[in-house]
């Protein structure tokens, strides 16, 4: 027996364990705190932070601040100590009136996490509040025949505190006819009656007065009092009696001011004074006196302020109904107020970021949105909805709480801003919305490239341009913002024929116009090729190239270079060789030039600028073969010096001018025959040029003299050069060889029949040359036309003129 009440015992701990555990479970959710009402502000309720887990300097870097929604903010948070504190003074009776137990709700936002927290605060009760009675005096007629234990209804007092704090006992004045008795009403209140408690005698006491106290039991304890006044009056013996017990009605909250709601009735089987019925208001709390009127005459009930679904869902009263002798009748009156779609849903920003980067995850969270309608049923049942087609969506969580988030990536280039419409509708008849917009600016991030308007550049530049020139100039496009698409340029490095392209040309980082760093010569490159790059400012940087081709134009800078007749190095003029019997037509030579430029301006053209017999020879204008005009007379000088100009086609034209001696002999033995009158000359030279290296010695001791001396001998000089010069004009005989230049390397001839005497002044050398067959416009290098042993000469001739040549070369 003992071990079964031991089992009972213990299975009856493990029941009531697991009702707490799971009472504990049901209210771990929600934070929970209680505070007396009428505090100061700034008291302290509890420690949120320690409650959220947080430390105090936390609940500002998180963000974790109150969110409550159609009311005025009650709490704060203190973010020195963490505590959750009053925001004000908070009248309990104000926010829930008589309801027992008074909770205030709201939640507590964790911005960085979006993250909500219920929390509800009991509002405790004090004793702040004293029993009233809505009139101060009562008036009452008894007739004098009304029998003892008759029961007269008295007003309630009220009190606005809950529990011991509220209404607990009434006390009436001591009369030896009337006693207090106080009915437990069916919802509890506390409903007193006078009770006659012996016959009354007008003619004794025509009045009687009393006074009605109500106490609360509260500490110190409150109470209020009424006057109770009886009048004593002659004999009525029908009260009033009403045609319901219990009046209902219902009506929208929307009926317009002065609407009758209803009538109630009551009738009195007397007659005249003691069969008049009037109505009033008993036991109505002044909050609804103040909605209704009631006609004391014919009991129709109309409103006088509008009725308030979300106040009062019923309305209740008490209709007195009181003849001409005061006997009286109660009814009750209850008005059930209809709700309407008279309230649009209200909508709620809690947080909301404004500006997010295009890169943004999908799934993240943009605002937190709370939606709330005061109406009912369907009236209050909202819906929320973005419009268009954005990259958004809404997600519903607990509590008519909303979280946009989005629902794939942005791109800034393609929309930078959005403005986003929530809209927030009922389901009532009809539907009421509210819209709220929220502006979300998309930050950029680097996510373009710079891009060129062409894939590839060219571009044409004279040469010989000045330095520093412009060249051309690149642009590259940022899709991105800001500093993401600030574009800067610069050459990929690269050489040209060895050098460093950036000895050539430059850019400017900031507007991709090119320079010249030097000025182009087309004979040296003929095109430039190089690559750009454009870099952004982002970070990191992106970039692009292109390629640019810059093309040098040839201008007419350089004159044509004369190649053959080739001038020697001392500055006389080559001679050229024909024959005294040449027919007309006879190519003597053949003038070779070229032009190093290109096109148009490396044209020539070959002109006979000036000769010795006008009209002897001709000059071949595109091929620049020098020709016998004519055959020769007797009346011809046998030496004829000629001028030919070379110039090109290029503007403006430029020209080189060759001069050259052309000897008329038969053969190379009557040319060697004229050269030998020559001898004395040279040796008259060679004497001289003695004398002044003695005069020069000499000059060393005597400053003065030598230069007498010099002076004198150079005069002597010029006056024997210009004898010379006179005899030249009378043939190749008897001309000094000193006025006879040689050419020293002669390249080719361009016929087989062409040939050349050369002679050259004071290097005692002279060659003569036989060329060997070539073609016009080619020009034959000396190595490729040597031929030895192509001709020997007789050797008694090379002896007998030894003094006059020490080389002979045949080529």
Same mark, same amino acid.
């Given at each position: 027996?003992?071990?079964?009440v031991?089992?009972?015992?213990?299975?009856?701990?493990?029941?009531?364990?697991?009702f707490?555990?799971?009472?504990?479970?049901?209210?771990?959710?929600?934070?929970?705190?209680?505070?007396?009402?009428e505090?100061?502000?700034?008291f302290?309720?509890?420690?949120?932070? !320690?409650?959220?887990g947080?430390?105090?300097?936390? =609940?500002?870097?998180?963000g974790?601040?109150?969110?409550?929604?159609?009311?005025t903010?009650?709490?704060?948070?203190?973010?020195?100590?963490?505590?959750?504190?009053?925001?004000?003074?908070?009248d309990?009776?104000?926010?829930?009136a008589?309801?027992?137990?008074c909770?205030?709700?709201?939640?507590?936002?964790?911005?960085?996490?979006?993250?909500?927290?219920p929390?509800?605060?009991e509002?405790?009760?004090?004793n702040?509040?004293?029993?009233?009675?809505?009139?101060?005096?009562?008036?009452?007629?008894?007739n004098?025949?009304t029998?003892?234990?008759?029961?007269?209804p008295l007003?309630?007092?009220?009190? =606005?505190?809950?529990?011991?704090?509220?209404?607990?006992?009434?006390q009436?004045?001591?009369?030896?006819?009337?006693?207090?008795?106080?009915q437990?009403?069916?919802?509890?209140?506390?409903?007193?009656?006078?009770?006659?408690?012996?016959?009354?005698?007008?003619?004794?006491?025509?009045?009687h007065g009393?006074?009605?106290?109500?106490?609360?039991?509260?500490?110190?304890?409150?109470?209020?009092?009424l006057?109770?006044?009886?009048?004593?009056?002659?004999?009525?013996?029908n009260?009033?009696?009403?045609?319901?017990?219990?009046?209902?009605?219902?009506?929208?909250e929307?009926?317009?001011?002065?609407t009758?709601l =209803?009538?109630v !009735?009551?009738?009195?089987?007397?007659?005249?004074?003691?069969?008049?019925?009037?109505?009033?208001?008993?036991?109505?709390d002044?909050?609804?006196?103040?909605?209704?009127?009631?006609d004391?005459?014919?009991?129709?009930?109309?409103? !006088?302020?509008?009725?308030?679904?979300?106040?009062?869902?019923?309305?209740?009263?008490?209709?007195?109904a009181?003849?001409?002798s005061?006997?009286m009748?109660?009814? !009750?009156?209850?008005?059930?107020?209809?709700?309407?779609?008279d309230?649009?849903?209200?909508?709620?920003?809690?947080?909301?970021t404004?500006?997010?980067?295009?890169?943004?995850?999908?799934?993240?969270?943009?605002?937190?949105?709370?939606?709330?309608?005061q109406d009912?049923?369907?009236?209050?049942?909202?819906?929320?909805s973005i419009s268009?087609?954005l990259?958004?969506?809404?997600?519903?969580l607990?509590?008519?709480?909303?979280?946009?988030?989005?629902?794939?990536?942005?791109?800034?280039?393609?929309?930078s801003?959005?403005?986003?419409t929530v809209?927030?509708?009922?389901?009532?008849?009809?539907t009421?919305?509210?819209?709220?917009?929220?502006? =979300?600016?998309?930050?950029?991030?680097n996510d373009n490239?710079?891009?060129?308007?062409?894939?590839?550049?060219?571009?044409?530049?004279?040469?010989?341009n000045?330095?520093?020139?412009?060249?051309?100039?690149?642009?590259?496009?940022?899709?991105?913002?800001?500093?993401?698409?600030?574009v800067?340029?610069?050459?990929?490095?690269?050489?040209?024929?060895?050098?460093?392209l950036?000895?050539?040309?430059?850019?400017?980082?900031d507007t991709?116009v090119?320079?010249?760093?030097?000025?182009?010569?087309?004979?040296?490159f003929?095109?430039?090729q190089?690559?750009?790059t454009?870099?952004?400012?982002?970070?990191?940087?992106?970039?692009?190239?292109?390629?640019l081709?810059?093309?040098?134009?040839d201008?007419?800078?350089?004159t044509p270079?004369?190649?053959?007749?080739?001038?020697?190095?001392?500055?006389?003029?080559?001679?050229?060789?024909?024959?005294?019997?040449a027919?007309p037509?006879?190519l003597?030579?053949?003038?070779v030039?070229?032009?190093?430029?290109?096109?148009?301006?490396?044209?020539?053209?070959?002109?006979?600028?000036?000769?010795?017999?006008?009209?002897?020879?001709?000059?071949?204008?595109?091929?620049?073969?020098?020709?016998?005009?004519?055959?020769?007379?007797?009346?011809?000088?046998?030496k004829?010096?000629?001028v030919?100009?070379?110039?090109?086609?290029?503007?403006?034209?430029?020209?080189?001018?060759?001069?050259?001696?052309?000897?008329?002999?038969?053969?190379?033995?009557?040319?060697?025959?004229?050269l030998?009158?020559?001898?004395?000359f040279t040796?008259?030279?060679n004497s001289?040029?003695?004398?002044?290296?003695?005069?020069?010695?000499?000059?060393?001791?005597?400053?003065?003299l030598?230069?007498?001396i010099?002076?004198?001998a150079?005069?002597?000089?010029?006056?024997?050069?210009?004898?010379?010069?006179?005899?030249?004009?009378?043939?190749?005989?008897?001309?000094?060889?000193?006025?006879?230049?040689?050419?020293?390397?002669?390249r080719?001839?361009?016929?087989?029949?062409?040939?050349?005497?050369?002679?050259?002044a004071?290097?005692?050398?002279s060659?003569?040359t036989?060329?060997q067959?070539?073609?016009?416009?080619?020009?034959?290098?000396?190595?490729?036309?040597?031929?030895k042993d192509?001709?020997?000469?007789?050797?008694s001739?090379?002896e007998?003129r030894?003094?006059?040549?020490?080389?002979?070369?045949?080529?």
């Open positions: 027996m003992t071990i079964r031991k089992v009972l015992g213990c299975r009856r701990l493990v029941l009531l364990f697991l707490l555990w799971m009472l504990l479970e049901a209210q771990a959710g929600k934070i929970r705190y209680s505070v007396p009402e505090t100061d502000k700034g302290s309720v509890g420690n949120i932070a !320690k409650d959220l947080l430390q105090p300097q936390e =609940l500002a870097e998180r974790v601040r109150i969110v409550s929604r159609g009311r903010q009650l709490f704060a948070l203190n973010p020195r100590s963490g505590s959750l504190v009053t925001a004000g003074r908070i309990r009776e104000e926010l829930c008589q309801s027992l137990q909770l205030v709700s709201f939640n507590v936002l964790v911005e960085d996490k979006m993250k909500l927290f929390v509800e605060v509002i405790i009760d004090i702040d509040n004293t029993p009233q009675f809505q009139l101060e005096e009562v008036e009452f007629k008894m004098e025949i029998t003892p234990g008759t029961r007269i007003p309630s007092g009220q009190d =606005l505190d809950v529990g011991m704090n509220s209404l607990q006992m009434y009436l004045s001591s009369n030896p006819h009337f006693s207090l008795d106080v437990q009403g069916p919802d509890g209140s506390q409903q007193p009656e006078l009770v006659l408690q012996s016959p009354l005698d007008r003619e004794e006491d025509a009045v009393l006074l009605l106290t109500a106490f609360d039991g509260g500490s110190p304890v409150r109470s209020g009092s006057r109770i006044r009886v009048q004593v009056v002659d004999a009525n013996d009260p009033p009696a009403f045609t319901q017990a219990q009046y209902h009605t219902s009506v929208p929307n009926v317009p001011l002065g009758r =209803l009538t !009735k009551a009738t009195d089987p007397d007659e005249g004074a003691n069969g008049e019925v009037t109505y009033l208001f008993h036991n109505i002044h909050k609804v006196a103040q909605v209704f009127h009631l004391s005459y014919t009991g129709e009930i109309s409103n !006088k302020e509008p009725l308030d679904f979300e106040e009062y869902t019923i309305y209740p009263m008490e209709i007195q009181q003849d001409g005061s006997l009748a109660r009814a !009750k009156v209850l008005v059930k107020v209809l709700d309407i779609n309230n649009a849903p209200e909508v709620t920003i809690t947080s909301v404004t500006a997010v980067p295009e890169n943004f995850p999908p799934g993240a969270i943009i605002a937190l949105i709370s939606v709330h309608d009912s049923g369907d009236n209050g049942h909202t819906t929320c268009g087609n990259p958004f969506k809404l997600e519903k607990d509590d008519n709480y909303y979280r946009l988030v989005t629902e794939r990536t942005m791109d800034r280039e393609l929309t801003q959005y403005n986003i809209t927030a509708a009922d389901q009532g008849t009809p009421l919305s509210t819209e709220t917009h929220i502006s =979300l600016q998309v930050t950029d991030i490239s710079p891009v060129f308007l062409q894939d590839s550049y060219s571009t044409y530049i004279p040469e010989n000045p330095r520093g020139a412009s060249i051309f100039s690149v642009t590259a496009h940022d899709a991105d913002s800001n500093e993401n698409a600030r800067t340029y610069s050459l990929v490095e690269d050489t040209i024929q060895g050098v460093p950036s000895s050539f040309v430059s850019i400017n980082s991709g090119l320079y010249a760093l030097r000025s182009f010569d087309y004979e040296q003929r095109d430039l190089l690559r750009v454009a870099s952004d400012s982002g970070d990191p940087p992106l970039s692009s190239n292109v390629s081709d810059i093309f040098v134009l201008q007419n800078d350089n270079e004369i190649l053959y007749p080739a001038l020697p190095t001392d500055g006389s003029t080559g001679v050229e060789l024909a024959p005294r019997s027919e037509g006879y003597v030579t053949k003038v030039a070229v032009d190093r430029d290109s096109g148009q301006n490396a044209w020539l053209s070959y002109h006979l600028l000036k000769a010795s017999e006008p009209g002897l020879f001709a000059v071949g204008l595109h091929t620049g073969e020098v020709r016998t005009a004519r055959a020769l007379l007797d009346r011809d000088a046998l004829q010096s000629l030919v100009a070379v110039q090109d086609h290029g503007q403006p034209p430029l020209s080189a001018t060759v001069t050259f001696t052309v000897a008329m002999a038969d053969s190379i033995p009557d040319v060697l025959a004229d030998g009158s020559m001898e004395p040796n008259l030279d001289s040029l003695t004398l002044y290296l003695v005069v020069a010695v000499a000059a060393v001791s005597c400053v003065f030598a230069f007498v010099v002076l004198l150079l005069r002597l000089w010029r006056w024997h050069r210009t004898r010379v010069l006179q005899a030249s004009g009378g043939g190749l005989t008897g001309v000094p060889v000193s006025h006879f230049v040689g050419v020293d390397g002669v080719a001839f361009l016929q087989t029949y062409s040939h050349e005497v050369s002679l050259t004071d290097s005692q050398v060659q003569v036989f060329p067959p070539n073609y016009a416009d080619t020009l034959i290098s000396q190595e490729s036309c040597e031929k192509f001709l020997s000469a007789p050797q001739l090379l007998d030894k003094q006059t040549f020490s080389q002979v070369n045949f080529v």
